[in-house]
């Protein structure tokens, strides 16, 4: 039992390791972003977009390699910089220091929270599932039909919300279920994926609420 326990943790620090290498993949396309023409960021967001169901396609059979995870937190850097040097523009750096200053505690604090509980929080799975299929119909109802300022902020805040639950749910079934060698790279991008769209959202709202003033 003892060397399950053992094992067990040397799995999820793995998957922790993996995670933090994978940040710092990103922050390489964050900075290779800016010299990537306006031009290519669509293909390269469609690329990441293949990656994403590719990757949600073959999870049961637990394929998804640490390459195909560098691969796409690279492009996924890439693809988040505009983003950024968005809200550069209209509200300065120090929002978006802020905003990943919030999002690096809120993961910690929730993945400590998910780690920590002794319950199964699997419940929550149908909705958190539930409540991302709608946030991505609102983010695609907001292309065509742009929302207000105060439709766009709680927007954010409920994406906040969301993915801060992701994160405690993620770290909780890491907890509640054997880790094996092949699932590390898949949990290392999920955590990866709860991290960046928390870090989205959160700098959308910090944006917003900077530019209203």
Do not use: C
């Amino acid at each position: 039992m003892e060397t399950i326990q053992v094992n067990q943790r040397s799995m999820f620090q793995k998957v922790l390791g993996t995670f933090i290498v994978s940040l710092l993949i990103a922050t390489v396309g964050l900075y290779v972003g800016q010299y990537i023409p306006p031009i290519m960021m669509f293909p390269l967001a469609a690329l990441e977009l293949i990656l994403i169901i590719s990757a949600f396609w073959i999870r049961k059979s637990k394929s998804v390699g640490y390459t195909f995870v560098y691969v796409f937190t690279f492009i996924s850097g890439i693809t988040t910089f505009p983003i950024v040097s968005h809200y550069v523009s209209i509200a300065g750096a120090q929002v978006v220091l802020l905003a990943f200053a919030s999002t690096f505690g809120i993961f910690a604090v929730m993945g400590i929270i998910g780690a920590i509980t002794k319950k199964d929080l699997s419940f929550l799975s149908t909705f958190l599932l539930v409540a991302l299929l709608a946030l991505v119909f609102i983010s695609l109802f907001n292309i065509f039909s742009p929302l207000n300022s105060g439709g766009l902020l709680a927007f954010s805040a409920i994406g906040s919300i969301v993915f801060s639950l992701y994160i405690m749910y993620d770290f909780n079934q890491m907890k509640q279920h054997r880790i094996s060698e092949e699932m590390v790279p898949l949990l290392a991008l999920n955590l990866y994926l709860d991290f960046i769209n928390l870090f989205t959202y959160i700098l959308q709202l910090l944006g917003i609420i900077e530019s209203d003033d």
